[in-house]
Structures are given as structure tokens and as C-alpha cells.
């Protein structure tokens, strides 16, 4: 069974940096897409961010375009995602996902999910 656990959340300031990983439990897993999806009080899940199995192709949220920066390290069959220039507005739970998706923002076409970190940037 295909396990996913984040890592690296807390607690921030503005303006400050942080580093999730997301790693895979079955090293057969790594040739899939693996995406970041996030979760803020009262809000929906948004995409944040997805890498190809090949890490050539990224994509990213507007929101976050210039600031985070997703990557994978297949060897390890871990993901990460480099959060730069944090804002209040990046608070939520962030949520690592794999997959073979379609639609890569959708996040009803990843089929793996973690049980997500608390990222939380005070002003």
C-alpha cells in the first residue's frame, strides 16, 4: 500500500522560508506525478503546485508563482516544495499528492494523498 507523509511544517514568519517533503512509503511509486494541494480554515482545497515524474514539467498556482518551487528526488522517492517570501495568506494545511493525473490543478484526479502538514506565517 502506497503511504505519503509530509514533513517540515510550522510555524513562520513573514517573509521567511520553509521546506516541505512528502515521502513515498514504495519506492515503485516514484514514476508518477506528484502535486501539493493546500487547505486553509473555512476555504476549499487549492492546487499549489505539481512535478511530473520526470521533474522536466512543472506547474504552479498564481499564487505562488515566484515563491515556491517544487522538485523531486527520485532516488529517495521524496517530493518537496521550497516555500519562499511566506505570506499570511499561505497559512493552511498543505496536502502532498501522486499520481498519473489528467487534469493536474483538479484535485479529484490524484488518486494518493497525505494526511498534510500545518504551515502556519504570522505577520
Known amino acids: 500500500q502506497v503511504q505519503l507523509v509530509e514533513s517540515g511544517g510550522g510555524l513562520v514568519q513573514a517573509g521567511g522560508s520553509l521546506r516541505l517533503s512528502c515521502a513515498a512509503s514504495?519506492?515503485?511509486?516514484?514514476?508518477?506525478?506528484m502535486g501539493w494541494f493546500r487547505q486553509a480554515p473555512g476555504k476549499e482545497r487549492e492546487f499549489v503546485a505539481a512535478i511530473v515524474w520526470s521533474g522536466r514539467i512543472t506547474y504552479y498556482a498564481d499564487s505562488v508563482k515566484g515563491r515556491f518551487t517544487i522538485s523531486r528526488d527520485t532516488a529517495k522517492n521524496t517530493g518537496y516544495l521550497q516555500m519562499n517570501i511566506l505570506k499570511p495568506e499561505d497559512t493552511a494545511v498543505y496536502y502532498c499528492?501522486?499520481?498519473?493525473?489528467?487534469?493536474?490543478?483538479?484535485?479529484?484526479?490524484?488518486?494518493?494523498w497525505g494526511q498534510g502538514t500545518q504551515v502556519t506565517v504570522s505577520s
Open positions: 514504495v519506492r515503485t511509486f516514484s514514476r508518477s506525478a
Open positions: 499528492t501522486a499520481g498519473n493525473p489528467e487534469v493536474v490543478t483538479s484535485d479529484r484526479f490524484w488518486e494518493y
